[in-house]
């Protein structure tokens, strides 16, 4: 070994830990200007409100503002790629959801890959799948529901919002598991979809339950059964979808917090922290209460845990429903 490697060898040495001393300082530190949170849907959504008062909520803990800019998109991808490519600081993050596990599936290639480019911090909400009947329906429960359309394959309507949405794959995966055909029709949007009940247009539809809620209230539609592990507290008489026969099926919609690749441990730990003070303060809690949602902030590993199972699950959905990628 020359002079000259040895010198470059001990420099490395001692550089390192030189290194590792400036990150951790600057971590103790941080965060020392705003953070930018940046939600992949238009203002005014459940995910968006959802995410602005989660926002407001951190910020009281982190001492410095955390401040939503929208990006909506297709599959969440403008708004991802813009944080995938940010700097791994802990001043740009995104609202990680469901649609980007659902992304994989439906495009043929992403401009990022979705399990290496994030850094995730941890859940934040999670909201539940109902299924809905018209208030003068013929049936009694999902049960009867299930009958009728084993008795008659392809016969009845069922309406979810968007081709390739949270809510229309539940629609495909709920067919699969009940061993039914029907028609899954997509409509523009939930106030359609609520609309087409109304008029007895469709026979069922799958919706997330917060826009769903006040309709049920109201006796405009029926609320057949829960896609949940358990009956929920605002529907306490209406059964899960496993309780009323068909196995092996649980959906919600959920979205959380990551930062980009790279970002130093500290800082995804330090975020995490305010993450979890916020979905326990009961500030949050009641202001988000009336939305239906289950609030959960877990562990990094956990919301990476999920993402994963997710792209799994939904992938061998839209493979079977024959979707293809865009």
Do not use: C, H
């Not at 290194?19 to 949170?37: C, K, M, Q, V």
């Not at 995104?94 to 401009?111: C, D, E, T, Y």
């Not at 562990?299 to 079977?320: D, H």
Request: glycine residues 8%; without cysteine.
């Amino acid at each position: 070994m020359t002079d000259f490697q040895r010198r470059r060898l001990l420099a490395a040495g001692i550089a390192a830990p030189l290194s590792a001393a400036f990150t951790e300082a600057r971590a103790a530190a941080w965060p020392e200007r705003a953070i930018t949170l940046i939600v992949p849907f238009a203002p005014g959504g459940i995910a968006d409100l959802t995410a602005r008062a989660a926002a407001e909520q951190m910020g009281a803990s982190l001492g410095k503002p955390v401040v939503v800019q929208n990006r909506p998109s297709a599959g969440s991808i403008v708004a991802s790629e813009v944080v995938a490519r940010a700097r791994p600081d802990g001043y740009t993050l995104l609202l990680l959801n469901n649609s980007n596990a659902l992304s994989v599936g439906l495009f043929r290639k992403l401009p990022y890959d979705l399990t290496k480019a994030f850094a995730p911090i941890g859940s934040l909400a999670f909201f539940d799948i109902g299924l809905f009947a018209p208030a003068a329906t013929r049936w009694a429960g999902l049960r009867d529901a299930v009958a009728e359309a084993r008795a008659k394959p392809g016969r009845l309507d069922v309406a979810t919002i968007a081709v390739g949405s949270t809510q229309n794959l539940a629609a495909r995966l709920f067919a699969m598991r009940a061993g039914v055909q029907f028609q899954v029709i997509p409509y523009p949007g939930t106030p359609a979809v609520v609309a087409a009940l109304r008029s007895g247009e469709a026979d069922l539809a799958f919706e997330v339950l917060a826009p769903m809620l006040p309709q049920v209230s109201a006796g405009a539609v029926k609320a057949l059964a829960v896609a949940t592990e358990r009956r929920l507290p605002v529907l306490p008489a209406v059964p899960t979808v496993e309780q009323a026969g068909v196995a092996d099926y649980r959906v919600a919609s959920w979205n959380g917090l990551a930062a980009p690749a790279g970002t130093p441990a500290a800082v995804v730990e330090r975020l995490n922290r305010a993450l979890r003070e916020a979905v326990a303060a009961p500030a949050l809690r009641a202001k988000l209460a009336p939305l239906g949602l289950r609030l959960a902030a877990g562990s990094p590993a956990e919301l990476q845990a999920l993402l994963e199972s997710e792209i799994q699950r939904w992938g061998a959905v839209i493979r079977a429903a024959g979707i293809k990628a865009e």
